[in-house]
């Protein structure tokens, strides 16, 4: 039973996340449907993470095995024709090895998230970043950010519905950088919590606005508290952007 490999853009706009849920539209059921559509086949669809809703995906990883084996460009391009109208693309397809898991394979994946720093509404990039009215100090951000990085426990950043067995992670990326109007924070581990990245996002947003001052993001990271944190994120600014394999 040949195994593929897909990478897949998506806007998660439209959707309840990646997981799939009955009788809510999901980018796993969708890939799914598309492929029952196209090969006749019921089949499950294992991605890198589960984004949440509203979450976008420039490089999403995922695989499936099939019962007969087809050729990769045939399969990208009959997944995206039955993937209409549906704002999914797939980018690639390719034949994996037997023993290639598009989750736990992974060694390290890479988000984005994009805040618009200014006071008029967005047009074009409404629905793809977080508009902040307020003027944001993006070099105390970045500074704060650094606190973050390393081996922490993320209890702080980490939503009451995470799954994970430990609230202990390594941040190996936390970077905060500005070009004209956007401010873009990448984000890069192994793995992340639940809600981390955005919890983490709204934490920095206070920081930029002066309402958390040197040291607070520090002992919002020691308290280990929930309470701790400061409002998460909206989802609309946060896209998965690569997945990284040995």
């Known amino acids: 039973m040949p195994r593929y490999r897909f990478t897949v853009e998506y806007d998660g706009g439209p959707f309840a996340g990646w997981q799939r849920q009955l009788g809510s539209p999901t980018v796993q059921g969708a890939l799914e449907a598309a492929l029952l559509k196209m090969c006749g086949e019921t089949v499950t669809v294992f991605g890198s993470g589960r984004t949440d809703s509203g979450v976008h995906a420039t490089g999403q990883v995922?695989?499936?095995?099939?019962?007969?084996?087809?050729?990769?460009?045939?399969?990208?391009?009959?997944?995206?024709?039955?993937?209409?109208?549906?704002?999914?693309?797939v980018l690639s397809a390719e034949e994996a090895a037997e023993d290639f898991h598009a989750r736990f394979s992974a060694r390290r994946r890479h988000y984005s998230y994009r805040i618009i720093n200014r006071r008029s509404p967005l047009a074009l990039d409404r629905g793809r970043a977080w508009l902040?009215?307020?003027?944001?100090?993006?070099a105390a951000m970045r500074r704060a950010a650094q606190v973050l990085t390393g081996r922490h426990d993320f209890t702080t950043f980490r939503s009451v519905h995470c799954q994970s067995a430990s609230p202990v992670k390594t941040l190996d990326v936390l970077d905060v950088e500005r070009v004209g109007e956007e401010i873009r924070i990448t984000a890069t581990a192994r793995s992340f919590l639940h809600n981390q990245v955005r919890s983490m996002v709204g934490s920095l947003k206070l920081v930029g606005e002066g309402a958390w001052q040197d040291g607070d993001m520090e002992r919002a990271l020691d308290a280990r508290d929930r309470a701790a944190c400061g409002a998460v994120a909206p989802p609309w600014g946060l896209a998965l952007t690569a997945v990284e394999y040995d």
């Open 62 to 89: 995922a695989h499936v095995d099939l019962a007969r084996s087809w050729a990769a460009e045939r399969l990208r391009a009959g997944l995206n024709f039955h993937l209409k109208p549906d704002p999914i693309s």
């Open 132 to 138: 902040v009215a307020r003027p944001l100090d993006e």
